[in-house]
Nanobody, 130 residues
Framework: QVQLVASGGGLVQAGDSLRLSCTAS????????MGWFRQTPGKDREFVAA????????NYGTFVKGRFTISRENAKNTVYLQMNSLEAEDTAVYLC???????????????????????WGQGTQVTVSS
């Protein structure tokens, strides 16, 4: 089992940048594929970015348009989301998620569906003022 703690959110202006972090407790972080999602009141949870357990596979939501970068440091049990050129529409609670992977499967698999993830962090609020 893994516990996830997200941090790095805040109040910024449109055009600014933020870097979110998600740190996992426990061992074997490198066996988890990781993802970021976001949620706003009244809307479904939205896929933001995903990264494979070895960091070689990444994928982004269509709205990202090259503004965000997901990365991970397995030695620090941490996954990051660098967000640049933030827009007011990016305002949301950002949640990180972990999916346990089969060690015999490819290490480059990533997952974009929220139901694919086993564990969720508590989220960090990002507010972008226009």
């Amino acid at each position: 089992q893994v516990q996830l703690v997200a941090s790095g959110g805040g109040l910024v202006q449109a055009g600014d940048s933020l870097r979110l972090s998600c740190t996992a407790s426990g061992r074997a972080f490198s066996t988890y594929a990781m993802g970021w999602f976001r949620q706003t009141p009244g809307k479904d949870r939205e896929f933001v970015a995903a990264i494979s357990r070895n960091g070689e596979g990444t994928n982004y939501g269509t709205f990202v348009k090259g503004r965000f970068t997901i990365s991970r440091e397995n030695a620090k049990n941490t996954v990051y989301l660098q967000m640049n050129s933030l827009e007011a529409e990016d305002t949301a609670v950002y949640l990180c998620a972990a999916r346990m992977t089969d060690p015999f499967s490819s290490g480059s698999f990533y997952y974009t569906a929220n139901h694919a993830y086993n564990y969720w962090g508590q989220g960090t609020q990002v507010t972008v003022s226009s």
